[in-house]
């Protein structure tokens, strides 16, 4: 198809689309719950989603410059982000290459009309950057593994039909040899979820645990004792796309931020003129720029079938920390209206930003942290010594 004509028909798609649901939820902002799931469902009906999935699987098998147009034209629409993007983004393609032919017949199909939300049950307490040291527990008991143990900062448990747990099922082998993969119900007794609110006082994510609730053999993806080669790659997939929005929403938020500083003035005179907020608007173009040519280099190892490699680690790691700097600098331009309360007439932009600012904080945490990104590119793109 040509990219042309491909992206006109999303943009063309979405504004009439985003307008249309929009319209049903006219005080929503777009972290708004209900108007994210809304938005979603109505993109699934309507064919967009599993894009890059096989047709005979329900899905458009559309190239990787397509979807990469798709996410870009996504971003720059201001669409809202979905609450199944674990399900869309990582379980789906997970299951397309390890699932069995009744797993992919199970699960694929809801996960393409959105009518099943799913969650990555991974981080516990104890395992987070080391997640091989897992002490979530799954004891064969005929038919069924009983499972019991704690997941922590679970996106969008509260919210899940659906979740994929690691847990450990040989205690005996070294640690990533005693792991499977289990596709567990929420609905099953004994799963207990208790919401951990944000420091901007949103609540996406959870504790979960798991009381002897009883997971069929069938919910296993892969070998038992396979599943950290599942996870690993699972979390491999679709990186080359994954930062498409990202970058295209910090391009535009880097553009806003310049008309803001144009339109504030400080003592006097425009906060654009001041020499250090110059300096460093500047620095967040570079910022922007360099992720932008990393991407390409990405996006076009992903169109030749390239397996992901370290590098990207690298754009995780750039991409976050250069967002982080930008939201920062926010903050400065802003000044004493990044902290009015809502009563006040500016504070619609201040809130804006400051939320924005605040969620940054968990950019270089979640996904590996900036200090776990600096060891893969230290040791597995630079050679370093360990
Ligand atoms: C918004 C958000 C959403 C998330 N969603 C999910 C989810 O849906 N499912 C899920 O399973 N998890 C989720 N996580 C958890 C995330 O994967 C972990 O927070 C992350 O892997 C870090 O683990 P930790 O919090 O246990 O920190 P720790 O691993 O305890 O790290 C603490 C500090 O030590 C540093 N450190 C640790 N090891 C090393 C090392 N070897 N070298 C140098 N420094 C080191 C870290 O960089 C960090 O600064 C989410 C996190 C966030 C912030």
């Known amino acids: 198809m040509d990219a042309q004509a491909f992206r006109e028909e999303v943009r063309r798609w979405l504004a009439e689309n985003l307008a249309l649901v929009g319209s049903r939820f006219p005080e929503a902002s777009v972290h708004d719950a209900d108007y994210r799931r809304a938005f979603e469902d109505h993109l699934c009906a309507a064919g967009w989603s599993g894009l890059g999935w096989p047709a005979e699987l329900g899905g458009r098998g559309l190239p990787v410059e397509l979807i990469a147009i798709f996410h870009e034209e996504y971003a720059r629409a201001g669409a809202p982000q979905g609450i199944n993007m674990i399900g869309h983004g990582i379980l789906g393609p997970t299951l397309l290459l390890f699932g069995s032919d009744a797993q992919k017949r199970r699960f694929l199909p809801k996960i393409l009309s959105n009518e099943e939300i799913w969650c990555q049950g991974y981080s516990e307490p104890g395992a987070g950057s080391d997640l091989a040291s897992l002490r979530t527990r799954a004891i064969r008991d005929g038919e069924h593994y009983v499972v019991s143990g704690q997941?922590?900062?679970?996106?969008?448990?509260?919210?899940?039909?659906w979740c994929f747990v690691l847990a450990r099922t040989d205690a005996e082998a070294p640690k990533h040899k005693g792991i499977s993969f289990l596709l567990v119900d929420m609905k099953s007794p004994g799963i207990t979820v208790r919401p951990i609110r944000q420091m901007n006082g949103e609540q996406e994510f959870n504790e979960v645990f798991f009381d002897e609730v009883r997971v069929p053999v069938e919910n296993r993806v892969g070998e038992e004792n396979a599943g950290w080669g599942i996870a690993m790659a699972a979390a491999s997939y679709e990186r080359a796309t994954y930062f498409v929005p990202?970058?295209?929403r910090m391009e535009e938020e880097l553009r806003d931020l310049v008309e803001v500083a144009r339109g504030m003035r400080r003592d006097g005179r425009p906060v654009?003129?001041?020499?250090?907020i110059r300096d460093r608007l500047a620095r967040s173009y570079i910022d922007v720029q360099a992720l932008k040519l990393h991407a390409r280099t990405m996006l076009a190892a992903a169109a030749r079938h390239e397996q992901p490699g370290p590098e990207g680690s690298f754009i995780k790691l750039l991409w976050s920390e250069s967002h982080q700097r930008l939201l920062a600098l926010a903050m400065d331009i802003l000044g004493p209206e990044a902290a009015l309360g809502p009563q006040e007439p500016a504070a619609q932009r201040g809130r804006w930003w400051q939320r924005e600012h605040l969620w940054s904080m968990a950019e270089t945490i979640l996904a590996g942290t900036s200090e776990i990104?600096?060891?893969?590119v230290g040791e597995r793109v630079l050679g370093l010594p360990r």
């Not at 997941?151 to 039909?161: E, L």
């Not at 990104?373 to 893969?376: E, F, G, L």
Request: cysteine-free; glycine content about 0%.
């Open 272 to 276: 654009s003129e001041d020499a250090v």
């Open 151 to 161: 997941k922590i900062w679970t996106s969008f448990a509260h919210v899940a039909d």
């Open 373 to 376: 990104q600096r060891n893969v």
């Open 246 to 248: 990202r970058l295209v």
